[in-house]
């Protein structure tokens, strides 16, 4: 029997590209989702396949599944401000109860479990490029927190599930990623940006497009997943690409790339918006013989390919 590992929000961006991966590298997979956020289209073309199936299911509530698990892979959570802030009690109820859950049917099943953590745990951080040592400079109360905290509790959660019950534990620290499947609507700056280039529409960028971002490619950022998983690593480890961008310069390069020739409209900065945000990643280079691959403007050509289609331009 293949062995089989349950992805959280497998119906998501992020987690429908592990299904993928997953699969190829020769696992069974069930992805589990409520489709708060998450899309049947990401995993439409995974139809048929024997060794994948989908439960639509909400993991802040029991999950009960009667084969074994190699591994419980935690991507169930909405992931962009415009998600977290429209839907910030379901933000923080799967950051907290679905990540309890999960951890419960990884100690019950004897399997690994992988939490995805964010890079958010740093808020807007005072220590730049931002090492896994840093604690963080985060807002609790401010409208970014119910995404900062659930994943901050999520992390400690996580630990006392390895201190206490011996749960296998990794926890991924993911920054910026970009990629075919991410929604047309997400809010966040690159599918924002490819939507309003190839609709002719001005580029919104908010404050003066200086605060910067470092952007990876999601083949190479599932590709760290997987090492992850597969590792000893029980402390946080960033995954990410230190390459940093400010958000003017990839608001102009993804114009050019759609052919738009469309003004950059500036409006007010979010309150706690990141100044910056680069991972440290000396630690996934080191244990995991990992880096980020994919230069960013070949990133950025695969990712237009898909929003040209669905947008229709």
């Not at 956020?37 to 024997?50: E, F, K, Q, V, W």
């Not at 199936?53 to 962009?80: K, M, Q």
């Not at 740093?122 to 119910?146: A, I, K, M, T």
Request: with cysteine; proline share 7%; glycine share 8%.
């Amino acid at each position: 029997m293949k062995r089989t590992i349950l992805v959280t929000g497998g119906a998501g961006f992020l987690g429908s590209h592990l299904c993928d991966r997953f699969l190829a590298e020769g696992f069974a997979v069930i992805a589990m989702d409520n489709l708060c956020t998450g899309s049947p289209d990401n995993i439409a073309h995974l139809a048929g396949n024997r060794d994948f199936r989908f439960i639509h299911h909400d993991v802040t509530e029991f999950i009960f599944l009667g084969e074994p698990l190699y591994a419980v892979v935690h991507f169930a959570s909405p992931a962009s401000p415009l998600d977290y802030q429209v839907l910030p009690i379901e933000t923080l109820k799967v950051g907290s109860l679905g990540t309890h859950k999960a951890l419960g049917l990884a100690k019950a099943k004897g399997g690994r479990f992988l939490l995805a953590s964010t890079s958010e745990v740093y808020g807007d951080p005072l220590v730049h490029p931002q090492p896994e040592s840093y604690w963080g400079n985060v807002n609790p109360v401010g409208p970014r927190g119910v995404y900062d905290e659930a994943k901050r509790f999520a992390e400690a959660l996580t630990m006392a599930y390895r201190r206490i019950h011996g749960v296998d534990t990794r926890i991924a620290r993911i920054f910026n990623t970009f990629g075919p499947r991410m929604r047309l609507n997400d809010g966040r700056a690159i599918p924002a940006f490819f939507v309003q280039a190839l609709r002719g529409e001005s580029l919104t960028v908010f404050g003066d497009g200086r605060q910067t971002r470092s952007f990876c490619f999601v083949d190479d950022l599932v590709d760290g997943i997987f090492r992850l998983l597969q590792s000893d690593l029980a402390d946080p480890v960033n995954l990410g690409n230190p390459e940093e961008w400010t958000v003017l310069r990839m608001a102009e390069t993804i114009r050019d790339l759609a052919g738009s020739t469309a003004p950059i409209e500036h409006r007010e900065l979010p309150v706690d918006d990141p100044k910056v945000r680069q991972p440290d990643i000396s630690l996934a280079k080191s244990r995991l013989s990992w880096s980020p691959r994919t230069p960013i403007p070949d990133g950025l050509e695969r990712t237009l390919d898909d929003f040209r289609r669905r947008v229709g331009a």
